[in-house]
């Protein structure tokens, strides 16, 4: 059974499926905003806050504990769980900040290394976040799940970089790839391949990284906010899209869209089942490998479940507390029962 946690700025929701759903509250006061699971060892979980750092889950999300001994800076922007260093191990765990730093774990988040290579990058000079333009944040990491030890990371703004041995040594941004990478993907049955929604629209790349396309073809919104693969199917990618971020992510002024495409076709709107765009805060998704063909999404408007690859969707009834997930979610993340 998968349960969900959601990430919203007033508290982390944690809906979990029994015979009803029930919703427990945590970490209310320090605006979480990343989360990441370790499939390794389910039990474990990383949540990183605004205002009050790491914190870390050892029962399946329900009791939290600050961690981070050596992490230099209180706002953890991203978070992620990379491959375990032994078969009946944890996953090596990254935590991404503002200002931009990756720091790793090897030991489930006790102690932390800096990856200061991230920083002398020739491109790190530029990189500045447009509302904040004196500061500039580390967005997304994506830990490889083909690949142990690559890594890539999204700086807001300015650059999607690489490492390929564990945050030794760093690779800058290349032309043609994407500047504003929101949410990036990898895939197990899809070595070398990567997928980017960026505010400067949707990018892929065979070779892990080396060079990038854009097929956009039916794609009417081009600032992307989240992705998702199918477990079962890399060909199947869903987006969900806006015309801007002014619309992406305040309720009272949002206007959301949810694309679908397969097997290198022309992008669709995939909104059967999703509420209208209009007032609809950009969607997040979430998937989980032993749940193929299943794809969960959150917005302002609830959460969203699809049975069929993204094709159409229905609401699943949870009863949130408020505010609930009424100001927009950040993040959303399945949980192993």
């Given at each position: 059974?998968?349960?969900?946690?959601?990430?919203?700025?007033?508290?982390?929701?944690?809906?979990?499926?029994?015979?009803?759903?029930?919703?427990?509250?945590?970490?209310?006061?320090?605006?979480?905003?990343?989360?990441?699971?370790?499939?390794?060892?389910?039990?474990?979980?990383?949540?990183?806050?605004?205002?009050?750092?790491?914190?870390?889950?050892?029962?399946?999300?329900?009791?939290?504990?600050?961690?981070?001994?050596?992490?230099?800076?209180?706002?953890?922007?991203?978070?992620?769980?990379?491959?375990?260093?032994?078969?009946?191990?944890?996953?090596?765990?990254?935590?991404?900040?503002?200002?931009?730093?990756?720091?790793?774990?090897?030991?489930?988040?006790?102690?932390?290394?800096?990856?200061?290579?991230?920083?002398?990058?020739?491109?790190?000079?530029?990189?500045?976040?447009?509302?904040?333009?004196?500061?500039?944040?580390?967005?997304?990491?994506?830990?490889?799940?083909?690949?142990?030890?690559?890594?890539?990371?999204?700086?807001?703004?300015g650059a999607l970089v690489r490492t390929f041995d564990d945050g030794r040594t760093w690779h800058d941004r290349v032309s043609g790839g994407p500047y504003d990478t929101h949410?990036?993907?990898?895939?197990?049955?899809?070595?070398?391949?990567?997928?980017?929604?960026?505010?400067?629209?949707?990018?892929?790349?065979?070779?892990?990284?080396?060079?990038?396309?854009?097929?956009?073809?039916?794609?009417?919104?081009?600032?992307?906010?989240?992705?998702?693969?199918?477990?079962?199917?890399p060909e199947t990618v869903i987006v969900s899209a806006a015309r801007g971020p002014f619309v992406a992510y305040r309720p009272s002024s949002a206007e959301s869209y949810v694309?679908?495409?397969?097997?290198?076709?022309?992008?669709?709107?995939?909104?059967?089942?999703?509420?209208?765009?209009?007032?609809?805060?950009?969607?997040?998704?979430?998937?989980?490998?032993?749940?193929?063909?299943?794809?969960?999404?959150?917005?302002?408007?609830?959460?969203?479940?699809?049975?069929?690859?993204?094709?159409?969707?229905?609401?699943?009834?949870?009863?949130?507390?408020?505010?609930?997930?009424?100001?927009?979610?950040?993040?959303?993340?399945?949980?192993?029962?």
């Open positions: 059974m998968v349960n969900l946690i959601v990430v919203t700025r007033a508290a982390l929701l944690i809906a979990r499926r029994g015979s009803s759903w029930t919703v427990e509250e945590h970490l209310r006061g320090l605006s979480p905003d990343c989360i990441a699971v370790d499939l390794h060892d389910p039990t474990r979980a990383y949540c990183g806050t605004a205002h009050g750092g790491l914190f870390r889950s050892r029962d399946r999300a329900r009791s939290w504990e600050p961690v981070g001994a050596g992490i230099t800076h209180s706002a953890i922007t991203a978070v992620a769980v990379g491959q375990a260093q032994r078969p009946d191990g944890f996953g090596v765990v990254y935590a991404g900040t503002e200002p931009s730093a990756v720091f790793r774990s090897a030991n489930g988040g006790d102690d932390w290394v800096d990856l200061a290579g991230l920083r002398q990058l020739p491109s790190s000079s530029s990189w500045s976040f447009p509302p904040r333009p004196e500061t500039h944040h580390v967005r997304w990491i994506e830990a490889d799940v083909s690949a142990g030890g690559r890594l890539f990371v999204a700086i807001e703004a949410t990036a993907a990898t895939h197990p049955l899809a070595p070398g391949r990567i997928w980017s929604a960026a505010g400067d629209g949707y990018f892929e790349s065979a070779d892990a990284g080396d060079s990038w396309t854009s097929p956009d073809e039916g794609l009417q919104h081009g600032y992307l906010v989240d992705i998702a693969i199918d477990p079962a199917d694309y679908r495409r397969s097997g290198g076709s022309e992008w669709e709107l995939t909104m059967s089942g999703l509420p209208q765009a209009g007032g609809t805060t950009a969607s997040r998704f979430a998937v989980h490998p032993a749940e193929p063909g299943i794809i969960y999404a959150a917005n302002n408007r609830g959460v969203f479940r699809s049975d069929d690859a993204g094709r159409s969707w229905r609401a699943i009834d949870v009863p949130w507390p408020r505010p609930g997930l009424s100001d927009g979610v950040s993040a959303l993340a399945c949980l192993p029962d």
